[in-house]
């Protein structure tokens, strides 16, 4: 079976700082892959999508870059935290092949900036 | 993509059905209605889909309006466990890829 896993589950940094977020999926080849940031009290927002290893589509401009150096590891980066950065952050995978409908989300990064 | 409105938040009675609405006016001929949901502090969860005829699962069913400009998800027996926030997301069908845009939702608070 499919298993989506994120890491840290919860992290404190303070503004400026760098981040790092991981995700890596196991079970599955060629996944697509996204990541999510939910703030406080809002709905989910699509950072970061893709297709395949080095291909990475961006759905908003921000301070944030995402990299995906293995078939199912998705980094999601930032050189300088903003206080705007601390939200809720998702990593999801989808099939890449067949009717699509289903995407199966991990358990988050809860991230504050102060 | 077709936009949709759903209330913010709704009750329900424990053992109840759950009803929520969800309009989709200007959804095009080949867009599906997807329904997920997010418990508290987890990532969001598949419930149903459908095109134009009413589906149903072990979890739910999807009422769609012959018209499509709406459909209903239905809790048949709401327990504690469905509090969580439902979204509705129309899109077409793809089948290598996809992205869903979640909106906010609407807060369905089961109460005992």
């Known amino acids: 079976s499919q298993t989506i896993h994120q890491w840290p589950a919860t992290l404190v940094q303070p503004v400026g700082s760098p981040l790092s977020l991981e995700c890596t999926v196991e079970g599955t080849s060629n996944p697509n892959l996204y990541w999510y940031r939910q703030a406080a009290g809002r709905g989910l927002q699509l950072l970061f999508y893709s297709v395949g290893i080095g291909q990475i589509s961006s759905e908003v401009p921000q301070n944030l870059s995402a990299s995906r150096p293995q078939d199912r590891q998705f980094i999601l980066s930032s050189k300088k935290l903003l206080l705007s950065d601390s939200g809720f952050y998702l990593c999801a995978w989808s099939v890449s092949s067949g009717p699509y409908y289903e995407q199966y989300f991990g358990p988050g990064t809860r991230l504050t900036v102060t | 993509d077709a936009k949709t409105t759903q209330p913010p938040s709704m009750d329900c009675a424990e053992g109840r059905a759950a009803n929520l609405p969800c309009n989709h006016s200007t959804i095009s001929g080949n867009e599906y209605v997807y329904w997920y949901r997010q418990i508290h502090s987890q990532g969001p969860q598949y419930i149903i889909h459908g095109l134009k005829n009413n589906e149903t699962n072990e979890m739910a069913s999807l009422i769609i309006t012959e018209d499509r400009k709406s459909s209903t998800l239905i809790l048949p027996h709401a327990t504690l466990r469905d509090t969580a926030v439902y979204y509705c997301?129309?899109?077409?069908?793809?089948?290598?890829?996809?992205?869903?845009?979640f909106g906010s939702g609407t807060k369905l608070n089961v109460k005992p």
């Open positions: 997301i129309v899109r077409g069908l793809r089948y290598n890829f996809n992205k869903f845009y």
